[in-house]
């Protein structure tokens, strides 16, 4: 079945520690994206890319990094920079066949990170 | 800049009733791109439509029906004798085009609670 998978499904982070979420997708989709989600909030963008090799900084980048080395990976990593990371990180991703703005975004199950 | 608002933050209704959750957007663009997602207890955000700016057509997938009124810059959704598995939130989205990328503009989300 081809869908979006994020691991693991609870994280937890000691103080000064960075930690990876993880994010694959076999929908062989161009674009990638990771939101943040805090309690009764909507979602806020973190980082997005549309090609291997090249990201974007979304609305709240500071105190987190990504990669992308395969189309079908983009993972999150956490730093210790980010000093309120609790929260549910969700990650998405869309084709890119014609202007991306009429793009439909798929979402994940996410990770729910716990600072311990 | 672009902005989502869904002004009711929870609503909670009795099996079999018909409800209506609101969204009002704000754009300057004159191509944009309307979404609803459900957010079940599990967590992953699952899509339901979209709605381009050329549209006005109201949609209706079963019980579910959308009505997008440009002159009012509104796109709401109402469920027709809502059931217990239509408990969500509910997030409306706006596109964006940012530097050929797209950018998701979500509302706070709507709380549901169907009740038996």
């Known amino acids: 079945d081809g869908g979006i998978t994020q691991s693991p499904k609870y994280l937890f982070r000691k103080e000064g520690q960075n930690v990876t979420l993880s994010c694959e997708q076999n929908?062989?989709?161009?674009?990638m994206y990771w939101y943040r989600q805090d309690p009764g909030q909507g979602l806020r963008l973190i980082y997005y890319?549309?090609?291997?090799?090249?990201?974007q900084k979304g609305d709240i980048a500071e105190g987190y990094s990504v990669s992308r080395e395969k189309k079908e990976s983009f993972p999150l990593t956490v730093t210790s920079a980010q000093k309120n990371p609790t929260a549910f990180y969700l990650c998405?991703?869309?084709?890119?066949?014609?202007?991306?703005?009429?793009?439909?975004?798929?979402f994940g199950p996410g990770t729910r990170l716990l600072v311990l | 800049a672009q902005k989502v608002t869904q002004a009711q933050t929870e609503i909670s209704v009795v099996e079999k009733e018909d409800v209506t959750l609101d969204c009002v957007y704000e754009?300057?663009?004159?191509?944009?791109?309307l979404f609803w997602y459900k957010q079940p207890p599990s967590g992953e955000l699952v899509f339901l439509i979209r709605?381009?700016?050329?549209?006005?057509q109201n949609e209706i997938s079963g019980r579910y029906s959308w009505n997008f009124q440009k002159s009012t810059s509104s796109f709401n959704f109402t469920i027709t004798a809502s059931q217990v598995v239509d408990s969500a939130v509910y997030f409306c989205?706006?596109?964006?085009?940012?530097?050929?990328?797209?950018?998701?503009?979500f509302g706070q989300g709507t709380r549901l609670t169907i009740n038996p």
């Open positions: 890319s549309q090609i291997v090799n090249d990201f």
């Open positions: 929908l062989n989709h161009d674009a």
């Open positions: 998405a991703s869309s084709p890119l066949d014609g202007l991306a703005v009429q793009e439909t975004q798929y």
């Open positions: 754009t300057r663009d004159t191509t944009y791109y």
């Open positions: 709605r381009n700016s050329f549209d006005e």
């Open positions: 989205a706006l596109s964006a085009e940012i530097q050929g990328a797209q950018k998701l503009v």
